[in-house]
């Protein structure tokens, strides 16, 4: 780790210093995530700046405050340097002797045309180098594009086997996928650290967004993999095994998602519906205590489920130990006072010169003694140019030689 004149002990990651080249969600929401934990991080952007510095959530919104720049860069500092800029690779390469962690977004092929490949950010320099991209650092997917939606929905299996049956292919939110996959180069970052620290060497972290959503479906793929009989289908609720892995719309059109595996549930599922019956019927649990022809009572359960409103069945499930939950929307999730007392979300003040506040996701865990937490807004561009280069050791000469050179855009 780098010396911090700004070390603080309840930061998990005080004292690393991280250089992003990145752009969109992927990688800059790790970064992000290092960020809140203690890092000081860098963030090199072209001269216009991070795609996502403009974009919006619809194309005909009027230019707002723009959150979702700040959710992704959070506590980082910026610099712009132009990497079609002859020299500008140097200049890169100066700041990261500095650093302990390295990442990018940037396909390999591009990594080269600039000059900032993994051997030559680490030659002469022991750092992580961490790189997440659609399809993979080598072969044939390394020089294809690919965004969540392509490698981590489509291209994972993910959008193949989700969705009901009968029904167009479900197209995944914006982010999805570029979330869990920044936690996965997370995860892949912090155990390189670890291998630096004991070994004194780089180490190169590759993720991929395909891989990412492949291990999120590792129970289905696994199946498939070790039995050659087994084909998961899209889901159609109206022929499930299980009644009680399932979900059903009340009188006030709330859908409610049951998951009870365990066969001893049945008989609390079936008290809660009134059909105690149903529970001593073996037409419906076999000798071996195995559910057998529950896709029959289906449609009777539904119109059961219809006759009652949300709050009625909340209240029968709870009393006979069911397993449920409601299909929440995300304005009941985003006021959900578990999830705020747990310290799910958190408000960025200040983030600009008008003084406003940006309200984020935080970091899904919480460690008892840690101080966690987003530490300020996004910068500005380049907001952080001139004083990064002075801490990197360049001169004010060497700097306005550098920008005479177009190099800082």
């Known amino acids: 780790m780098r010396s911090n004149s700004n070390y603080n002990p309840h930061a998990p990651l005080s004292g690393v210093r991280v250089v992003e080249v990145a752009n969109f969600l992927a990688a800059p929401i790790c970064s992000a995530l290092m960020a809140d934990m203690g890092a000081d991080v860098i963030k090199i952007e072209p001269p216009g700046g991070d795609t996502t510095r403009n974009m919006r959530i619809r ?52 990594l080269e045309k600039y000059g900032i490949t993994y ?60 979330y869990p996959a920044g936690l996965v180069l997370l995860t892949g970052i912090l ?35 070790n039995n050659p009989n087994y084909h998961p289908e899209r889901y159609d609720r109206m022929t499930a095994d299980l ?6 719309q009340t009188s006030d059109g709330r859908w409610m ?6 066969i001893l549930y049945w008989k609390k599922f079936c008290i809660a519906l009134g059909r105690d019956d149903w529970a ?14 529950q896709s029959e009572l289906i449609p009777e359960i539904d119109t059961i489920f219809r006759s009652h409103s949300f709050e009625y069945w909340a209240k029968k499930l709870d ?28 408000t960025i003040p200040n983030v600009d ?30 907001e952080h140019s001139q004083s990064i280069l002075l801490e990197a050791g360049f001169s004010e000469n060497e700097i306005s030689d550098i920008a005479s050179k177009g190099i800082l855009g």
């Open 280 to 293: 001593k019927d073996p037409h419906y649990v076999s000798s071996d205590l195995m559910p057998q022809n």
């Open 119 to 178: 051997e030559k950010i680490t030659e002469n320099n022991p750092i992580v180098f961490a790189q997440v991209t659609g399809w993979g650092s080598q072969g044939e997917g390394a020089s294809r594009p690919g965004f969540d939606s392509t490698s981590y929905w489509a291209g994972s299996g993910l959008m193949g086997i989700l969705g009901d049956v009968n029904t167009p292919a479900v197209v995944s939110r914006g982010g999805q996928g570029d």
């Open 257 to 262: 998602m049951l998951t009870m595996h365990n």
């Open 353 to 382: 010169v008008q003084g406003n506040s940006v309200d984020v996701v935080s970091i899904p865990f919480s460690i008892d003694t840690a101080d966690i937490k987003p530490s300020r807004g996004a910068p500005e561009l380049g």
């Open 191 to 225: 155990a390189a650290l670890r291998l630096k620290e004991q070994t004194g060497t780089s180490q190169f972290v590759d993720g991929t967004l395909q891989r990412a959503g492949l291990w999120s479906m590792a129970l289905e793929s696994q199946n498939v993999m």
């Open 243 to 248: 009644a009680t892995r399932n979900c059903y």
């Open 59 to 110: 194309a005909n919104q009027p230019p707002v405050l723009n959150h979702g720049f700040h959710a992704l860069n959070r506590g980082k500092r910026s610099i712009t340097i132009d990497l079609k800029q002859p020299g500008s690779a140097d200049v890169v390469i100066e700041l990261v002797k500095n650093a302990d962690v390295f990442v990018t977004n940037l396909m390999t092929v591009r």
């Open 319 to 346: 009393e006979n130990g069911c397993v449920w939950a409601v299909a929440a929307s995300l304005e009941e999730v985003t006021a959900d006072k578990e999830l705020i007392n747990q310290g799910a979300f958190h």
